[in-house]
Every structure is written in C-alpha cells, then in structure tokens.
C-alpha cells in the first residue's frame, strides 16, 4: 500500500465522521481510530512469518499492567511508531525527569510510516518517569510517561 492511498483513506474517515475503520488484504492490514478530538491514530501492520514449530512459544504473552500511584497517569502513545525523546540526535531532549510542562507542551516524537508525529501534553504535569527508550518501536497504548498531573 502506498503513502497517498493512506492519506487519503485516512482523510476519507475525517470527513465521514466515522470511528473505527480497518482494511486488511493478504500482506497488511491498516487500522484507524479517530479521537474524541477528531485527530486519527493509526496502525499498519504486515504480518511476521510464522516460526517453525521446533522454535515456538508455549503459553500466551501477558503483558502485565503498569503500577502507579494513585495521583500519578501513564501517557500512552497514540500510534504505531519509533518513539523519539528528542527533535535530532544531537539536541536535547524535549523533557527529562522532574520537568513541569504546561498543557500543549511536546513531550515527544513520534515517527510513523516517515511522518513525525508531535505528542503533546494534554494537561499540565510533572514528568515523573519517562518509559519508553530513545529510537525503540512503540506500540500503540504502550505507556510512554509516568506524570503526575499539576
């Protein structure tokens, strides 16, 4: 699938107000959500060749449940992506651990089938954690920050 099929497709949602859609063919599958703000979060997916039976796992995977304070709140990431601290390699992290920032503040960036997606704050907060490793793939709704909110 092609950039300007996704865009498209993702502009068709916008437009048509619609909240989940999902398209799979025989080599991917593409997943978009729009938020209660209208903003779209996406996945694409390919599918990983199966091993052979020698290599497999027995048992399912869990992952278990991030434990925090109660006064405290995981910022997830909104989508598919490698997660990056920082606008370069060579510049400062956007914040660090015990930094305030205010509602609308990028924390973070986001990069997607080569768009750069900004994560904003959306309120303000300490930075009580960060999760999440400079130029690792994220998932979506994996926990990103630990912040307790201002």
């Not at 606008?87 to 305030?100: I, L, M, Y």
Request: proline share 9%; aromatic share 6%; net charge negative.
């Amino acid at each position: 699938m092609d950039l300007q099929l996704i865009k498209k497709l993702i502009n068709i949602v916008k437009k048509e107000g619609v909240q989940d859609f999902e398209w799979e063919e025989e080599d991917f599958r593409i997943s978009i959500r729009m938020s209660e703000k209208g903003n779209t979060t996406g996945e694409l997916m390919q599918p990983l060749p199966l091993a052979p039976e020698e290599h497999s796992i027995e048992g399912p995977i869990v992952n278990e449940p991030q434990k925090i304070p109660d006064n405290h709140r995981l910022i997830t990431a909104p989508l598919v992506g490698t997660f990056y601290r920082a606008p370069s390699p060579t510049a400062a992290p956007f914040v660090k651990e015990g930094d305030t920032v205010e509602k609308a503040q990028v924390l973070a960036i986001i990069e997607a089938m080569k768009l750069l997606n900004e994560l904003p704050a959306e309120f303000p907060c300490i930075i009580v954690k960060v999760l999440a490793e400079n130029a690792t793939a994220v998932e979506f709704g994996q926990p990103l920050f630990e912040v307790r909110p201002l």
